[in-house]
T-cell receptor
Framework: GQSLEQPSEVTAVEGAIVQINCTYQTSGFYGLSWYQQHDGGAPTFLSYNALDGLEETGRFSSFLSRSDSYGYLLLQELQMKDSASYFCAVREGGTGRRALTFGSGTRLQVQP | GAVVSQHPSRVICKSGTSVKIECRSLDFQATTMFWYRQFPKKSLMLMATSNEGSKATYEQGVEKDKFLINHASLTLSTLTVTSAHPEDSSFYIC??????????FGSGTRLTVV
């Protein structure tokens, strides 16, 4: 089975930088993904790490350390619209017909 | 990019009735569709995996007779909540893997059972 742990809530101000951590335990590992979800909406893909290191996509970056079973999402130059829930997710091993398992989610509140 | 169209977006039904939720892959063939349920302020929990032309695989604790899944074609999967009760009120989301291996999500269905 899989389990992923994230902080439940994070608060930051506009323009700041925030880091959301994720630790995971999996029976097989095929990369760590990050998704953003606004209230009432569907998850939208942000970033994916298959290998150790940092992936940068605009204001968002994601880091992975497979030896530590740990990753984080870094959000820079925070904007009010970044207020949302953020989920880390892993895919079960095996064939391509495997669903994502999501972490518990981190609710980010950006304040003026 | 790949699109999964999910309908309805919101539905209110009476206890004891059944509700059908549809997910269609618009520009790719989805041989597998994943169905999730999400309670307020909680994570997405996988309910079942539907496979085109074969029986769905249900996660532990999910009643297959209550949540009927049909995947009759390569572009359509349906979830029917039978004999709905207020505790079935939730946000239901489907997801499929697209041509390049990413996961595409439907827009979700907010089910309220009164």
């Amino acid at each position: 089975g899989q389990s992923l742990e994230q902080p439940s809530e994070v608060t930051a101000v506009e323009g700041a930088i925030v880091q959301i951590n994720c630790t995971y335990q999996t029976s097989g590992f095929y990369g760590l993904s990050w998704y953003q979800q606004h209230d009432g909406g569907a998850p939208t893909f942000l970033s994916y790490n298959a290998l150790d290191g940092l992936e940068e996509t605009g204001r968002f970056s994601s880091f992975l350390s497979r030896s530590d079973s740990y990753g984080y999402l870094l959000l820079q130059e925070l904007q009010m619209k970044d207020s949302a829930s953020y989920f880390c997710a892993v895919r079960e091993g095996g064939t391509g017909r495997r669903a994502l398992t999501f972490g518990s989610g981190t609710r980010l509140q950006v304040q003026p | 990019g790949a699109v999964v169209s999910q309908h309805p977006s919101r539905v209110i039904c009476k206890s004891g009735t059944s509700v059908k939720i549809e997910c269609r892959s618009l520009d790719f063939q989805a041989t597998t569709m994943f169905w999730y349920r999400q309670f307020p302020k909680k994570s997405l929990m996988l309910m079942a995996t539907s496979n085109e032309g074969s029986k769905a695989t249900y996660e532990q604790g999910v009643e297959k007779d209550k949540f009927l899944i049909n995947h009759a074609s390569l572009t359509l999967s349906t979830l029917t909540v039978t004999s709905a009760h207020p505790e079935d009120s939730s946000f239901y989301i489907c997801s499929a893997r697209d041509r390049v291996g990413g996961y595409t999500f439907g827009s979700g269905t907010r089910l309220t059972v009164v």
